[in-house]
């Protein structure tokens, strides 16, 4: 799987919009970008996942640059209870496919602040 | 429903003993995952197994890993002449199918070999 490069932290107010970036400029054609994020303690849970549109659901938005070499996760009101570690992690989808699991890297720390 | 459940929490053992860390994943899921996290780290694949089989175990670290999922279901990992590098948070995921979109993870085993 293609690396990806994710600032070591990030801090925003609560109530505000936090905008995670991503650069995974190796990307393939067939990969996808997920996000994962872990609160202290507990297991990854995911978030979000695209190929090259621009994708929203209940919890954030990831807005995919044309070229697909980087992304943005965007929690539109942060909250402290989004406080964790967010990772990017691009992963080939699909069938019978050797490359399943998830390849973390370092990942963003999120520290939401009142 | 329930999530994905990992027993021991927490597991204290000493050098050189022998470790079984169990897994229950989500009802109907076939795809199971093993990572393993170190303190300030992602999380880094194990091995996979979809059914009863390993369909991906390359990231075993040595011979003293290995891995099992007799039925398909319940996956036990299993650790022998433990080493203190071994000390790590070990997680569990599982997965409807293995192309899935979401892997669904346990909060994970503790386990630290003095």
């Known amino acids: 799987d293609a690396k990806t490069t994710q600032p070591t932290s990030m801090d925003c107010a609560e109530g505000r919009a936090a905008n995670l970036p991503c650069n995974h400029s190796t990307i393939s054609g067939n990969e996808y970008v997920y996000w994962y994020r872990q609160i202290h303690s507990q297991g990854p849970q995911y978030i979000i996942h695209g190929l090259k549109n621009n994708e929203t659901n209940e919890m954030a938005s990831l807005i995919i640059t044309e070229d697909r070499k980087s992304s943005t996760l965007i929690l539109p009101h942060a909250t402290l209870r989004d406080t964790a570690v967010y990772y990017c992690i691009v992963r080939v989808a699909g069938y019978n496919n050797a490359g399943n699991m998830l390849t973390f890297g370092g990942g963003t720390r999120l520290m939401v602040k009142p | 429903g329930a999530g994905v459940s990992q027993t021991p929490s927490n597991k204290v053992t000493e050098k050189g003993k022998y470790v079984e860390l169990r897994c229950d994943p989500i009802s109907g899921h076939t795809a199971l995952y093993w990572y393993r996290q170190s303190l300030g780290q992602g999380p880094e694949f194990l091995i996979y197994?979809?059914?009863?089989?390993?369909?991906?175990d390359s990231g075993l670290p040595n011979d003293r890993f290995f891995a099992v999922r007799p039925e398909g279901s319940v996956s036990t990992l299993k650790i022998q002449r433990t080493e203190r590098g071994d000390s790590a948070v070990y997680l569990c995921?599982?997965?409807?199918?293995?192309?899935?979109?979401?892997?669904?993870f346990g909060p994970g085993t503790r386990l630290t070999v003095l």
């Open positions: 197994f979809q059914g009863t089989g390993a369909a991906d």
């Open positions: 995921a599982s997965s409807f199918e293995d192309s899935d979109n979401e892997q669904f």
